[in-house]
């Protein structure tokens, strides 16, 4: 099956308290329910991290993104996934 990129449209909210960066959804469409546990991607399409937990309301929920060790991660960046 094919994976299809996908700009994730974010508002950054700040850093949780074990390290996660927390995001507002911008835009949501029931496609991208299935991003829990998906790798994201800056720009240059580098591996960045990883979505933790989507939460709250359904229209404009709540992203965790949990950053790789030793990765910069820039809130401000263009981040990416892919789904099927």
Excluded: C
């Excluded at 850093?15 to 507002?24: E, Y």
């Amino acid at each position: 099956m094919k994976k299809n990129w996908v700009r994730l449209n974010l508002f950054y909210i700040g850093k949780s308290s074990k390290n996660h960066q927390i995001f507002r959804a911008k835009q949501w469409n029931n496609k991208l329910e299935q991003i829990i546990k998906n790798s994201v991607y800056n720009e240059n399409y580098d591996k960045i991290g990883f979505i933790k937990d989507v939460f709250g309301p359904i229209d404009f929920p709540f992203i965790s993104i949990k950053a790789l060790p030793n990765q910069k991660f820039d809130p401000n960046d263009k981040i990416y996934t892919k789904i099927n």
